[in-house]
Nanobody, 122 residues
Framework: QVQLVESGGGLVQAGGSLSVSCAAS????????MGWYRQAPGKQRALVAT???????NYADSVKGRFTISRDNAKNTMYLQMSSLKPEDTAVYYC????????????????WGQGTLVAVSS
């Protein structure tokens, strides 16, 4: 009933910038928190940043000062602007969202996107 579609990502040189976005669609009533997570080869999925519906943000220490998370509530879309990228930022980036959707009754959802690859070359 709710889907997340990521776009952006790709290959960039170290020190460069890249943006990814995540659009939610479906019978959405409201979206609470949204977040970006990443999974590097051989590692567990880890938090990158989260943002509440009110705009409060939280970042992993490794990306503070380099990444900026934002969202457009009217478009049900979240963004991640990444700068000063490092090879260790290479990973598949996943978006996550939770909230309520209509069935027609309101029900809770939590969904993940399919992931988008960000590769940073040295």
């Amino acid at each position: 009933q709710v889907q997340l579609v990521e776009s952006g990502g790709g290959l960039v040189q170290a020190g460069g910038s890249l943006s990814v976005s995540c659009a939610a669609s479906g019978s959405i009533f409201s979206i609470n928190a949204m977040g970006w997570y990443r999974q590097a080869p051989g590692k567990q999925r880890a938090l990158v940043a989260t943002i509440t519906s009110g705009g409060s943000t939280n970042y992993a220490d490794s990306v503070k000062g380099r990444f900026t998370i934002s969202r457009d509530n009217a478009k049900n879309t979240m963004y991640l602007q990444m700068s000063s990228l490092k090879p260790e930022d290479t990973a598949v980036y996943y978006c996550n969202a939770n909230g309520t959707f209509r069935t027609p009754f309101l029900r809770y959802f939590e969904v993940w996107g399919q992931g988008t690859l960000v590769a940073v070359s040295s």
